[in-house]
């Protein structure tokens, strides 16, 4: 069992920048970014495949945010540049096993983070 541990979240004004990682505690096949919310369902940010390094970006972050790891930490991070107040939810770290599916579809990823907060102000 695979157990993955978030950090990095908080409050930034629009235009700035956080930066959030993720720890996983084994190697999985891929890792990617969820968020959620109040009301919303959870969506796909951005995925990441690890062994060939293919990244994945919904149209409402690309060119603004950037997932990236560190294999050898099993570590993921996603970049996120030029926040606006619509980013604003409960980011959540997954990992998964290779299982058919799109990168976004919430249940191919078996591990999950507990999630942490990103605010964004006007």
């Known amino acids: 069992h695979v157990q993955l541990v978030e950090s990095g979240g908080g409050s930034v004004q629009a235009g700035g920048s956080l930066r959030l990682s993720c720890a996983a505690s084994?190697?999985?096949?891929?890792k990617g970014w969820f968020r959620q919310a109040p009301g919303k369902d959870r969506e796909g940010v951005a995925a990441?495949?690890?062994?060939?390094?293919?990244?994945y970006y919904a149209d409402s972050v690309k060119d603004r945010f950037t997932i990236s790891q560190d294999n050898a930490k099993n570590t993921v991070y996603l970049q996120m540049n030029s926040l606006k107040p619509e980013d604003t939810a409960m980011y959540y770290c997954?990992?998964?096993?290779?299982?058919?599916?799109?990168?976004?579809?919430?249940?191919?990823?078996?591990?999950w983070g507990q999630g942490t907060q990103v605010t964004v102000s006007s």
């Open positions: 990441i495949y690890t062994g060939r390094g293919s990244t």
């Open positions: 084994g190697y999985t096949y891929k």
């Open positions: 997954a990992a998964g096993d290779p299982v058919s599916g799109s990168w976004y579809d919430v249940r191919t990823f078996g591990y």
